[in-house]
């Protein structure tokens, strides 16, 4: 039988709880309630037996571009709404890719600099 996918995990230099806390928020799923502040690893179970994300202390910095990323895609809100929100909760952009039709994303980084892409939200309007 082939392994299954556990965790994604990431690598956090800083405080595992204060990085989970941040994806915690942007992506609305919780903090293992076994998890607390200064623990080296912290857990966000996300439903419908999808991986966990995994925070796990280490002691080498973040050198080189994310080889994997998350692209997300908002709901309920446009991409320039989430940039926005993203922002607020301690991310930073690093590119704009939005084409003038609307497609495209923005590569932004998380507070210890990993990558992901805020594509197309559900409520921006695409023309061809």
């Not at 956090?12 to 998890?35: K, N, Q, V």
């Not at 994997?68 to 301690?90: K, N, Y």
Request: aromatic share 6%; with cysteine.
């Amino acid at each position: 039988m082939n392994p299954a996918i556990r965790h994604i995990t990431f690598d956090c230099t800083g405080e595992p709880y204060e990085l989970a806390r941040f994806w915690s928020e942007l992506l609305g799923h919780p903090i293992s309630d076994e998890d607390k502040p200064g623990d080296p690893e912290v857990l966000i179970e996300l439903p419908n037996g999808a991986p966990g994300l995994l925070f796990v202390s280490v002691e080498e910095g973040k050198a080189t571009k994310n080889r994997i990323h998350f692209d997300l895609q908002p709901t309920g809100r446009a991409r320039s709404a989430e940039v926005e929100r993203a922002v607020t909760l301690g991310a930073r952009i690093l590119t704009d890719r939005t084409l003038p039709n609307g497609r495209g994303w923005v590569v932004m980084a998380d507070p210890e600099g990993n990558e992901f892409c805020l594509e197309r939200g559900e409520l921006d309007p695409v023309e061809d």
